[in-house]
């Protein structure tokens, strides 16, 4: 039996696929526990400059195992503890992250895998992907980060629109309320995606973790704090190896080598 989730480390990125296609990726024991692990071991790994995230098969994650709670012979509220424990607590070490982090969303997405698919700094899609709340059918309610995520790139009435309608939202529409950054043909989708999580991995890792430090930030800030944030992180970018590097190169008409 292959692996719920593998992951591949290579010259700094890092790159976890979800991994059981034939179950839509859905969230069970198996996957919960192999998801935990692998981001507690990139989180030990001090090579990894950037991590992308993404699945294979025609579901990126359709969500929690719904079978698993259907099981009568323990309470509901165990089985549920026992799937978002370890996947919530990813998620808060996730969120610690210095690096940039892209997902890219290859299928359709629903219920617990809303929060998996838009935890990226930088989220991708497939033309053909479509997510849906599907909470509130079940009695339910959001996890794993999704009602957080929606809200913060969304706005609180498109969050209330999608979880509680749970009607599907076509990619170009998610694209349009700013849920994905980007949406590819589903062909191009994977390549595209690690063509740009490589490049991230070879930039300037002090400096992208400075940017993602101010931006995540900045509405908690008031002007006044976050100037003197930016102006901090400016100098200490400027007093660099890899400043230095950017300036010199962009001088001399030529890529910066960064370290």
């Not at 024991?29 to 950037?50: L, N, P, T, W």
């Not at 995606?193 to 008031?222: E, T, W």
Request: one cysteine or more; aromatic letters at 6%; hydrophobic letters at 45%.
């Amino acid at each position: 039996m292959s692996a719920p989730v593998t992951l591949e480390i290579d010259r700094g990125l890092a790159v976890l696929t979800f991994n059981n296609p034939t179950r839509g990726n859905a969230l069970d024991m198996a996957m919960a526990s192999a998801f935990a692990a692998s981001i507690e071991q990139i989180g030990e790994d001090s090579s990894v400059r950037a991590l992308l995230i993404t699945a294979n098969g025609k579901q990126f994650c359709v969500g929690g195992d719904v079978h698993s709670m259907a099981d009568t012979s323990r309470p509901l509220t165990d089985t549920l503890r026992a799937l978002l424990e370890p996947v919530h607590a990813a998620m808060n070490l996730l969120s610690m992250f210095t690096f940039p982090v892209v997902c890219a969303i290859n299928g359709a997405v629903g219920g617990g895998g809303i929060g998996l698919a838009l935890c990226g700094d930088l989220v991708l899609a497939a033309e053909s992907v479509k997510l849906r709340g599907g909470y509130s059918a079940l009695g339910l309610t959001p996890d794993v980060g999704g009602s957080w995520f929606v809200t913060r790139r969304a706005g609180a009435s498109r969050a209330m629109d999608i979880f509680l309608t749970n009607r599907p939202v076509s990619s170009h529409e998610c694209l349009q309320l700013g849920l994905f950054d980007a949406v590819h043909p589903d062909a191009e989708l994977a390549e595209t995606a690690r063509q740009l999580a490589r490049k991230l991995a070879d930039g300037p890792a002090h400096a992208q973790a400075r940017i993602k430090s101010l931006i995540n930030h900045a509405q908690q800030n008031s002007l006044a704090q976050h100037l003197s944030a930016e102006r901090e992180s400016m100098y200490a970018s400027g007093d660099s190896d890899d400043g230095r590097e950017g300036v010199r190169a962009f001088i001399e008409k030529r890529a910066p080598k960064f370290h």
